[in-house]
Each structure stands twice: as structure tokens, then as C-alpha cells.
């Protein structure tokens, strides 16, 4: 909704045409990228989530220095609201990334009606609930959760969230 977009299986972001797959008549996917998605047919088929988050864990784990388990446990959990593994594509927050699961998560409009693109953290009533957030500010705020949750350097965690941020609507230049 409104977001980068990302492959529907292992979570990539698809910048360039060469990162996307291919539906059967050659056409790109909206989907899906060119690792997991080619002819109109997923690359590894018979794939688990949990083998998927394997793969997707080790290039995290070499990424940004987390250990290994933490880094495959945090991709199941991404992996799991994309549309390949959770039957259907859930929205996240275009401010901070939260999947948007269930009512309560949505934020509000001015007029009460759930926002289609924030989460009920960063948006209510029409409006940011901190309007003046940057977007180092940002990532000062959330690094240290990041760092703590993977056992990451403070370091590589603002790294990963400045990267992270880059995908979201609010932060995207």
C-alpha cells in the first residue's frame, strides 16, 4: 500500500527491472523477484517458510553481524505477512513498518475512518502523532530496539533501520 515494493516470498526489495521475476509470457512480476519467481512458477516450489527464512536469515546474518538464530527467527516473522506465506498481502505502516494484522493496528483519519497506510502508533485523527519526526530521529529511536532485539551492534542496527526507512512511504525522498 503505497510502499516499495518487495518480493511477495523472501521480502527483497525490487529496485531494477533485472530484480524482478517473470510471469509464463516473459511479462515482470509484481510480486515476486527473479530469485524466487521465473516462467510464471516459483523457483523453489516445495520451499518451507521455515527453509525460506533460512536462506533469507544467513544473508541478515552476513548483512548486518546478527547471529545466525536470531537473524532466521526475525525473517520467519517478516517472511510470515508476505502474501507467498500468509495466503494474502498485509498492509504494514508506511512510518515504522508494523504489519497491519488486525483493526486495532490501523491508525485513524481525521473523520475516525481507519488509515489505509499508518499504524495507530505513528498516525491518529488525520495526523502523525509526532509530526516532527525526522527521519534520523527515527532512526536514533529505533536502533536501540532493533540492536537489542538481534543482538546487533547499536551500529548495524542503525544501519539496517536507515535501510529500512528508505522502503516507507514517510521516509522516501
Same mark, same amino acid.
Given at each position: 500500500m503505497g510502499s516499495r515494493i518487495i518480493c511477495q516470498s523472501c521480502g527483497m526489495p525490487m529496485d531494477s527491472e533485472? /530484480?524482478?521475476?517473470?510471469? &509464463?509470457?516473459?511479462?515482470? @512480476?509484481?510480486?515476486?523477484?527473479? %530469485?524466487?519467481?521465473?516462467?510464471?512458477?516459483? $523457483?523453489?516450489?516445495?520451499?518451507?517458510? /521455515?527453509? !525460506? &527464512?533460512?536462506?533469507?536469515?544467513?544473508? !541478515?546474518?552476513?548483512?548486518?553481524?546478527?547471529?545466525r538464530a536470531m537473524a532466521e527467527e526475525f525473517s520467519k516473522e517478516q517472511l510470515s505477512s508476505l502474501r507467498r506465506w500468509a495466503g494474502r498481502e498485509v498492509a504494514i505502516c508506511g512510518s515504522c513498518g508494523m504489519p497491519l494484522l488486525r483493526d486495532e493496528?490501523?491508525?485513524? #483519519?481525521?473523520?475516525? &475512518?481507519? @488509515?489505509?497506510?499508518?499504524?495507530? %502508533?505513528?498516525?491518529? /485523527?488525520?495526523?502523525? $502523532?509526532?509530526? /516532527?519526526?525526522? #527521519? #534520523? #530521529?527515527? *532512526?536514533?529511536?529505533?536502533?536501540? !530496539?532493533?540492536? @537489542?532485539?538481534?543482538? *546487533?551492534?547499536?551500529?548495524?542496527a542503525e544501519e539496517m533501520v536507515r535501510q529500512y526507512l528508505l522502503t516507507l512511504p514517510r521516509w522516501r525522498g
Open positions: 533485472e /530484480d524482478f521475476g517473470t510471469e &509464463a509470457g516473459g511479462a515482470p @512480476s509484481g510480486d515476486y523477484c527473479t %530469485h524466487c519467481y521465473q516462467g510464471g512458477a516459483f $523457483t523453489a516450489p516445495e520451499i518451507t517458510i /521455515d527453509e !525460506m &527464512a533460512k536462506i533469507c536469515g544467513g544473508i !541478515m546474518s552476513r548483512l548486518y553481524d546478527i547471529p493496528d490501523f491508525g485513524t #483519519e481525521a473523520d475516525g &475512518a481507519p @488509515s489505509a497506510e499508518y499504524c495507530t %502508533h505513528c498516525y491518529q /485523527d488525520g495526523r502523525f $502523532t509526532e509530526p /516532527d519526526l525526522t #527521519e #534520523e #530521529e527515527a *532512526i536514533l529511536k529505533y536502533a536501540p !530496539m532493533v540492536a @537489542s532485539n538481534l543482538g *546487533i551492534p547499536p551500529l548495524r
